[in-house]
């Protein structure tokens, strides 16, 4: 929407320039991708951005706060403008009537706090599994999906639990379905704006051997799990050591008897084959995982 006949010279960058140099409303600017429009000749325009999220991540804003921005006078500033779509997947803003070129990208009128995963605990009780967590705020929340895996890999949704509302902030579900051995858990908060957050993912297990000290998901992903039988119970020593020989975790765990202990795998870990190694003074498993 040309005022007069115009010509502009377009160029897209990613990393914005200075970001943190807003001025208000705007507090917040996309450092992802940001777009330098210069005017050689022609009158105001009206200016459509646009975002894919799949393809350049885009910032969780709220998407009633995100504005059009341009880099003026050493501060990002509000060129205006309503967005519509999703900050999860695609959107679109437009600001009219725009008389002022050079750099612009998006910005946001206010701080996007996505829910906080506070507590998340599980207990297998007689013949069903308890889940209980809490969380820091959930006022942007639409939703909560409890999910379930078989393998600690593919996880399924088994129930979803509405907000009851903006100041819930903890929350129970059983689940009555019986175990086949080992079963792996996780929240997921889903949020008005598509937005969606997990807590930490706990395993339970039906097993009934009281002796066993043996690793439950072999291959493992993204944690490894110990079982450990009530005269395995205490504090161990733990290391991950790769083909070379080189150690990549090393760390304390603290078992309970009867109970299912979690060693988390950091981003050092790629997948392959390694040795993983636990003990105290009195017991040790030393064992190959193979991490996919």
């Known amino acids: ?5 115009s010509e502009f010279n377009c160029k897209y960058f990613i990393t914005t320039s200075n970001p943190t140099n807003v001025s208000s409303p705007i507090l917040l600017v996309d450092i992802y991708e940001y777009w330098d429009i210069t005017r050689v000749s022609g009158g105001t325009v009206d200016l459509t951005l646009n975002w894919d999220n ?3 991540q885009f910032p969780s804003y709220p998407l009633g706060n ?6 003026s006078g050493g501060l990002w500033t509000s060129r205006g403008g309503s967005a519509s779509g999703s900050i999860a997947t695609t959107g679109t803003i437009t600001a009219t009537a725009i008389n002022n070129f050079g750099l612009h990208t998006f910005g946001s009128t206010d701080w996007f706090v996505a829910v906080k995963f506070l507590k998340f605990t599980a207990q297998r009780k007689q013949n069903y599994s308890q889940l209980e967590w809490s ?3 959930d006022v942007q929340v639409n939703r909560y999906e409890v999910e379930r895996s078989e ?3 593919n996880f399924r949704k088994i129930a979803a639990i509405d907000v009851i509302n903006n100041s819930s902030t903890n929350y129970q579900y059983n689940d009555q379905l019986p175990l086949n051995g080992t079963g792996w858990y996780r929240i997921k908060s889903i949020d008005k704006n598509g937005q969606q957050n997990f807590s930490t993912v706990i395993a339970l297990s039906d097993r009934k051997e009281t002796g066993g000290f043996y690793v439950i ?4 992903y993204q944690n490894i799990y110990i079982s450990t039988g009530n005269v395995y119970a205490g504090k161990y020593e733990y290391s991950l050591i790769n083909t070379a020989g080189q150690q990549l975790l090393k760390g304390n765990i603290n078992a309970t008897g009867g109970g299912i202990t979690t060693i988390p795998l950091t981003a050092s870990v790629v997948p392959g084959v390694y040795i993983l190694d636990i ?3 009195i017991h040790r498993l030393t064992e190959k995982i193979i991490v996919r």
């Not at 929407?1 to 006949?5: D, F, R, T």
């Not at 998901?217 to 493992?220: F, G």
């Open 217 to 220: 998901n072999n291959p493992a």
């Open 54 to 56: 799949s393809k350049i």
């Open 151 to 153: 393998d600690a890999i």
């Open 1 to 5: 929407n040309l005022s007069a006949s």
């Open 66 to 71: 995100i504005k059009v921005v341009n880099y």
């Open 135 to 137: 969380i820091s705020k």
């Open 279 to 281: 003990k105290n003074n």
